[in-house]
């Protein structure tokens, strides 16, 4: 049994190589994928939100423990969690992979003016990536739209940074369109990216 439930979220109990180990498996079988890093933030959001919460249950493929205060808790529960995994860490590791593999890459989120830098960015630390959509996080469309304009480009790996729970429903509406990529909610990870 590889799950730790802790506050209704299932975590899935990896180390961060086992989660990529996981990843690759997932991208060369081209398998539809949403994975959420949870932190505490969104453990207690989906702890609110009933509806936020179900939608993690149901169509969450991977979900990480994205903070220390949930390794913390595992340990606490006796149920410890191997390690913390970050959104940031295996955004920047997909990017890396994206880059080797000459992968199309989705993001979607932020400023315009933080998006702007953060394409800047991929095109010059990985130029291998086939950036197949940058689109800043303030668009007026509903998330079907939006779903369907990233679905169309068929990308391999989308990145979301729209805020939680914005950026889990489009993800999930991708993934029930079993849109074949490596899709997650990445929170502030775009502006971290462009420093
Ligand atoms: N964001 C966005 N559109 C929005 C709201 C937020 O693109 O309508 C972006 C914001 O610019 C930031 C990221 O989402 O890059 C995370 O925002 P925030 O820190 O507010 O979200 P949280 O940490 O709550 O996920």
Do not use: C
């Not at 969690?81 to 994206?98: Q, S």
């Not at 993001?107 to 959509?133: N, Q, R, S």
């Not at 979301?160 to 849109?179: N, T």
Request: charge should be neutral; proline fraction near 4%; avoid cysteine.
């Amino acid at each position: 049994m590889n799950k730790v439930s802790i506050l209704g979220i299932e975590f899935d109990n990896y180390s961060l190589e086992e989660f990529k180990d996981r990843l690759i498996n997932r991208l060369n079988n081209k398998v539809s994928t949403m994975v959420v890093t949870a932190n505490p933030e969104i453990v207690m959001a989906a702890n609110k939100d009933p509806k936020f919460m179900e939608l993690i249950k149901k169509d969450a493929d991977l979900v990480t423990a994205d903070g220390i205060g949930i390794v913390l808790g595992g340990k606490m529960l006796k149920t410890p969690i191997k390690e913390r995994v970050t959104g940031y860490d295996l955004f920047t590791w997909l990017l890396h992979v994206g880059n080797l593999r000459k992968l199309r890459v989705y993001l979607i989120g932020a400023t315009p003016a933080v998006m702007k830098i953060t394409k800047a960015k991929i095109a010059k630390d990985y130029p291998g990536i086939e950036l197949v959509g940058a689109e800043d996080g303030y668009f007026k469309d509903d998330l079907k739209t939006v779903a369907k304009r990233i679905e169309n480009t068929e990308p391999d790996l989308v990145f979301a940074a729209i805020g939680f729970p914005r950026q889990e429903e489009l993800i999930s509406l991708l993934r029930q369109a079993e849109v074949p990529a490596i899709m997650m909610g990445v929170g502030g990870s775009f502006d971290v990216f462009s420093g």
